[in-house]
């Protein structure tokens, strides 16, 4: 089963799986697609935590436009000064003991790192770093310190629910909101290593009560007969 899917193939195919089995009219498409994340996410989970599995297909690309907020705890004496953040909540990503597992960029291309105000009010007295910008993530939303002219950045990395990136406006480099979404789900493929398929499939039929492994067993039986 080593190969990309759209959620609507992957439910199609767990639906056959479950055939095998039961009925699987009782499973509304709905509850087969949580079923099916929940699984997904358990399998890229231990990856992750690995720290040896940053495989492309289980990436996805996040547009996001920022806007120019007050920030009230400003250093050195906590004034109000401004700073970008994100227009929307950022999707939920996976995290390991290694830390983030995704990245925050320009459209340029310039990777940016993670950091606080204090690191922000730091790089002042560096002499290379001076003007780099910094990213920290509060409250579900993202945050932009020591560049207030970025109007949009891109954050690359392992979502935990891909849909969620369907509800999120695609935007321009300069912030501007497109007609399009970052995630078309029923054309674009759920962010999975085909590789990794199978395993989420016998994870999702262990899950709804069913085993592959009894159901070879009794086919074994029978053919032994």
Known sequence: ?????????HVSFLRKMIKQFSDDTSYDDEFLYKIFIDSRNTILGRKFEEGKYNNPFNLQKLYVPLDLVEYEECLPDGTICKVRRS?????TYFSSKFGDSFRVMTFGGKNISSGNLQDSYNLQFTRTRQEDALYEIT??????FNNNHLKSVLIIGPAEDPLEFAEFPRCNPDGTETDQTCFDPHS????LDAKLNDAV???CLKKLGFSLQAR????NDHISL
């Open 201 to 203: 499939y016998e994870l």
């Open 188 to 191: 674009q493929v759920i962010p």
């Open 139 to 144: 409250n579900g939303y993202l945050t932009i």
């Open 87 to 91: 227009r929307y909540k950022i999707p």
């Open 1 to 9: 089963m080593s190969e990309l899917r759209t959620i609507d193939s």
């Open 216 to 219: 070879e067993d009794e086919e």
